[in-house]
């Protein structure tokens, strides 16, 4: 029944939708058979994940990390000066894991079908004509009704502010979405409305992308790293017992690098009322760690778990018997497909 529901990879074999785009005056593009070097590399560099941007983190956790595009982790830009801090992060990030290289990068834009009908909308038209088609999907879960098809289609664009800066700006109104990479595809770049969730090769790559801009991260994330010391960190936790209270949103944040101990230790900075929260997030860290590191059943887990402890066990589960409970009971459709389609690029973990 699981692989009945999983993503499938599927071309465009239907004569009705030719028909449909017919009736439009628009022919269906189809995959471009030059681009299979770029399916072979993919499945080498990222077997397993999909190519489209807001899968990766779910897919490649282990190595991904994410930054944000404006100080205090703000959203969106309001005005030229934002914008240009905005598209300034963005090209250091993009000079840095290119090396400084000059030579043009590969566009990934990613566009889909709402209600899983055909639809030439100007956008995909647009796509059609100017850039090749790769390749397509059939999400089988994503709707009541019909699935959603994903066209993923492949262009080359010059690492320069004149060619990236208006996609760049498009990104938070625009339906694209796109990753950006080289041809070996060693690393992906996707940007979204708040920063960009960046995957390499290694964890070693990883740390050092993130020690560089430690001040890009989510602030929780921002304070741990800073503070190495671990006398300076029980500095801080004393200091927050003579008064100087925390935020409580940091303070979730910070258990995400802690363990239970130490995380027991910032809670109690917070008032009483406060606590709540980072009460459920530690135990729910426990569970998250607990089975990444002896996997078990989490049936009876399931109840109790919120939609982000379920969709933190499907980033970090090491057996497939969690991910097929996951893909069978998890809460939200979102925790179910994103199980299986760790399910179905992954090889068999311990049970």
């Not at 499938?8 to 058979?33: H, M, N, Y």
């Not at 699935?147 to 262009?155: E, H, L, S």
């Not at 770049?189 to 430690?214: C, F, K, M, N």
């Not at 097929?324 to 497909?337: D, P, T």
Request: glycine residues 6%; hydrophobic residues 40%; aromatic residues 8%.
């Amino acid at each position: 029944m699981i692989s009945e529901l999983r993503w499938t990879l599927a071309r465009f074999p239907v004569r009705c939708d030719e028909i449909a785009a017919g009736l439009l005056g628009f022919r269906l593009p189809k995959p471009e058979p030059s681009l299979a070097w770029l399916t072979e590399t993919w499945e080498r560099r990222w077997s397993g994940a999909l190519p489209i941007s807001w899968t990766l983190k779910l897919d490649l956790s282990e190595t991904w990390l994410r930054f944000h595009s404006l100080p205090g982790s703000k959203r969106y830009a309001d005005s030229d000066d934002e914008y240009e801090i905005l598209l300034a992060r963005h090209h250091q990030v993009l000079s840095e894991l290119q090396d400084g290289s000059a030579r043009d990068l590969l566009l990934i834009r990613t566009r889909g079908d709402a209600d899983g009908r055909f639809s030439a909308s100007k956008e995909f038209r647009l796509a059609a004509r100017t850039t090749s088609l790769w390749q397509t999907f059939l999400d089988r879960d994503a709707s009541a009704g019909d699935p959603v098809r994903w066209y993923t289609f492949v262009d080359r664009i010059a690492p320069t502010r004149e060619a990236l800066d208006p996609l760049l700006r498009r990104i938070p109104d625009d339906e694209d979405r796109v990753i950006l990479t080289n041809d070996q595809l060693d690393w992906l770049y996707a940007p979204y409305d708040g920063g960009a969730d960046v995957i390499v090769e290694t964890v070693d790559r990883r740390d050092q992308l993130r020690s560089l801009h430690i001040d890009w991260l989510p602030t929780g994330a921002q304070i741990y790293l800073k503070v190495e010391d671990p006398d300076l960190r029980d500095h801080l936790r004393r200091r927050g017992a003579d008064g100087d209270v925390p935020a409580r949103d940091v303070v979730v944040e910070i258990l995400a690098f802690v363990n239970g101990d130490e995380g027991r230790k910032w809670i109690d900075l917070l008032p009483a009322d406060e606590r709540g929260l980072p009460e459920r997030r530690l135990r729910e860290w426990t569970l998250v760690r607990e089975v990444a590191a002896e996997p078990r059943s989490i049936i009876d887990d399931l109840s109790d778990a919120s939609d982000w402890c379920q969709r933190r066990l499907v980033e970090r589960a090491t057996s497939d018997l969690v991910l097929e409970e996951l893909a069978e009971h998890g809460w939200s459709k979102r925790v179910r497909n994103a199980a299986r389609q760790r399910l179905r690029g992954r090889s068999p973990g311990p049970l």
